[in-house]
């Protein structure tokens, strides 16, 4: 922090700059909240230097405190996301991070007390994810039909009217496998839409591309070769599933309702 006040150099939460550059201060610390860069740049050599060094290292205080705070809170992947997002050269390094994320899922609780926040595409990788679908990567059930479509929008969906209102449309819906999706979660299985994060999560109402979720091709195809049914039903509207369906299992036979 004192080398980088040598050189004018001013931290900030998501990157340093020159104090030259710097119009106004959003930082509240002792030393911006009394003066403005201009004045600070006026000042002589040592006391210049003393009041950046000083900011600087309340930034650095903060920046830690942010970090203890997103851990305590169970959002470290989500202020990581953020963090990488301050520069491109560093959101490069994402492909690294996100490739290896199983690394982290034997440390990450499996059960929060908060929802998680889906944005982007890297986040089919958050540990919380990567440990449910090894949950239901070990689900299997004896019964022949399924029946799967989007996740119900409250949570959990045995508890829905949309759950309701699907079983009416089907015979005898004791002998069928009930099944739900998320774009991030992959394929959630009635028994286990309950279980964290499938029912606690916050994500935009939008649509995703198929070819962003190579996680969920990979769910898909051990939940389908697991589970020995003779019929899937999907939903004839449901275009994020349209090429799944074409690498179900050969003895798998798809209907739409």
Same mark, same amino acid.
């Given at each position: 922090?004192?080398?980088?006040? &040598?050189?004018? !150099?001013?931290?900030?939460?998501?990157?340093?700059? !020159?104090?030259?550059?710097?119009?106004?201060? #959003?930082?509240?610390?002792?030393?911006?909240?009394?003066?403005?860069?201009?004045?600070?740049?006026?000042?002589?050599?040592?006391?210049? /230097?003393?009041?950046?060094?000083?900011?600087?290292?309340?930034?650095?205080?903060?920046?830690?405190?942010?970090?203890?705070?997103?851990?305590?809170?169970?959002?470290?992947?989500?202020?990581?996301?953020?963090?990488? %997002?301050?520069? @491109?050269?560093?959101?490069?390094?994402?492909? *690294?991070?996100?490739?290896? #994320?199983?690394?982290?899922?034997?440390?990450? @609780?499996?059960?929060?007390? !908060?929802?998680?926040?889906?944005?982007?595409?890297?986040?089919?990788? !958050? =540990?919380?994810?990567?440990?449910?679908?090894?949950?239901?990567?070990?689900?299997?059930? %004896?019964?022949?039909?399924?029946?799967?479509?989007?996740?119900?929008? /409250? %949570?959990?969906?045995?508890?829905?009217?949309?759950?309701? *209102?699907?079983?009416?449309?089907?015979?005898?819906?004791? #002998?069928?496998?009930?099944?739900?999706?998320?774009?991030?979660?992959?394929? *959630? =299985?009635?028994?286990? #839409?309950?279980?964290? =994060?499938?029912?606690?999560?916050?994500? @935009?109402?939008?649509?995703?591309? @198929?070819?962003?979720?190579?996680?969920?091709?990979?769910?898909?195809? *051990?939940?389908?070769?697991?589970?020995?049914?003779?019929?899937?039903?999907?939903?004839?509207?449901?275009?994020?599933?349209?090429?799944?369906?074409?690498?179900? =299992?050969?003895?798998?036979? %798809? &209907?739409?309702?």
């Amino acid at each position: 922090y004192v080398l980088y006040a &040598k050189h004018d !150099r001013y931290m900030e939460e998501d990157k340093t700059s !020159r104090l030259a550059d710097i119009r106004c201060f #959003s930082c509240t610390c002792e030393v911006c909240t009394k003066f403005s860069p201009k004045e600070i740049l006026s000042l002589e050599s040592e006391e210049k /230097i003393s009041k950046i060094a000083l900011h600087n290292l309340f930034a650095i205080k903060a920046e830690v405190d942010r970090v203890k705070e997103s851990i305590h809170q169970g959002r470290l992947w989500e202020y990581v996301m953020k963090k990488m %997002r301050a520069h @491109p050269k560093l959101f490069e390094t994402i492909d *690294i991070f996100t490739k290896n #994320s199983n690394y982290f899922v034997s440390t990450t @609780p499996k059960f929060k007390e !908060r929802s998680i926040f889906l944005f982007s595409k890297e986040d089919q990788y !958050r =540990p919380e994810i990567l440990a449910f679908k090894n949950t239901v990567q070990k689900f299997k059930t %004896r019964k022949k039909i399924a029946v799967l479509t989007k996740n119900t929008t /409250i %949570r959990p969906a045995y508890l829905t009217n949309e759950y309701s *209102i699907l079983r009416e449309k089907f015979k005898d819906s004791e #002998s069928i496998q009930f099944c739900f999706y998320n774009e991030f979660l992959g394929v *959630i =299985p009635l028994e286990l #839409s309950d279980m964290y =994060p499938a029912s606690h999560y916050e994500m @935009p109402r939008k649509e995703f591309v @198929p070819e962003d979720f190579p996680t969920f091709e990979k769910n898909w195809n *051990i939940f389908f070769l697991k589970n020995n049914f003779d019929i899937l039903y999907i939903s004839k509207n449901d275009d994020f599933l349209k090429p799944f369906v074409k690498i179900l =299992p050969k003895g798998t036979k %798809r &209907k739409f309702f």
